[in-house]
């Protein structure tokens, strides 16, 4: 079983709709991490986040240490959102585990 | 500010040779990470790197495998008598202050390598 799991693995949404992408973990974490990744392979620091909420334009991440859980929302979905998105997480031992990804197709 | 560089973005070797793949964090970053993204599974964590030192290389494979970050230059990653196996995306991020979880890290393209 992954340290990290990712629901759904894959994801298909009209644009416009409003998007969520779950994680959870089963180990003790320093901190949780959201990535994007294009086609074609680049990825992005979406969010670092250890308690609470953060909010960057249309995205927000969540996460509720207790339950282990953290997810990923897209407000107002555009086909330009279209990637894969990773979650990771670090320990206390500062491992760093990744789940395998969320792809997430929007259409227009 | 130019992002982290890694060079070079694709590579192909034969069964048997030496793989280089190398690593420019940003600008004021001396804290290097190396990634392996193996065909249709996720991203996993191979070595962190600090100017001269191997901090963690718990993801490294025992053989064939080695990274170092020198005082000057960029960050490589060696794999000698590469394999089939070895395929994969290989990415570097870097990040200014110590500790995988203390902030955020800067990814770089990655370097996609093929073993024929």
């Known amino acids: 079983k992954n340290e990290v799991e990712q629901s759904p693995q894959n994801l298909t949404a009209q644009e416009g709709e409003f998007i969520t992408i779950n994680c959870s973990y089963s180990v003790g974490i320093s901190a949780l991490h959201w990535l994007q990744q294009h086609p074609g392979g680049g990825i992005v620091s979406l969010f670092m986040?250890?308690?609470g909420k953060k909010k960057h334009g249309r995205l927000i991440a969540t996460i509720n240490i207790q339950e282990k859980h953290s997810s990923l929302h897209i407000t107002a979905s555009h086909p330009r959102d279209s990637a894969v998105y990773i979650c990771?997480?670090?320990?206390?031992?500062?491992?760093?585990?990744f789940g395998t990804g969320t792809s997430l197709t929007v259409i227009p | 500010n130019a992002g982290v560089m890694q060079n070079p973005r694709h590579l192909v070797r034969r069964r048997g040779q030496e793989a280089r793949l190398r690593c420019s964090p940003m600008k004021g970053h001396s804290h290097v990470y190396w990634y392996r993204q193996l065909p249709e599974e996720g991203l996993k964590f191979m070595v962190y790197l600090q100017k001269e030192n191997i901090i963690d290389e718990s993801g490294m494979p025992k053989e064939r495998f080695s990274a170092e970050f020198p005082k000057e230059g960029p960050s490589i990653l060696r794999i000698q008598q590469v394999v089939r196996g070895d395929s994969a995306a290989y990415f570097c991020a870097s990040s200014p202050l110590p500790g995988v979880a203390a902030n955020e890290q800067f990814f770089g393209p990655g370097t996609r390598l093929t073993v024929l």
């Open positions: 990771a997480v670090t320990n206390t031992g500062n491992q760093f585990y």
């Open positions: 986040l250890s308690s």
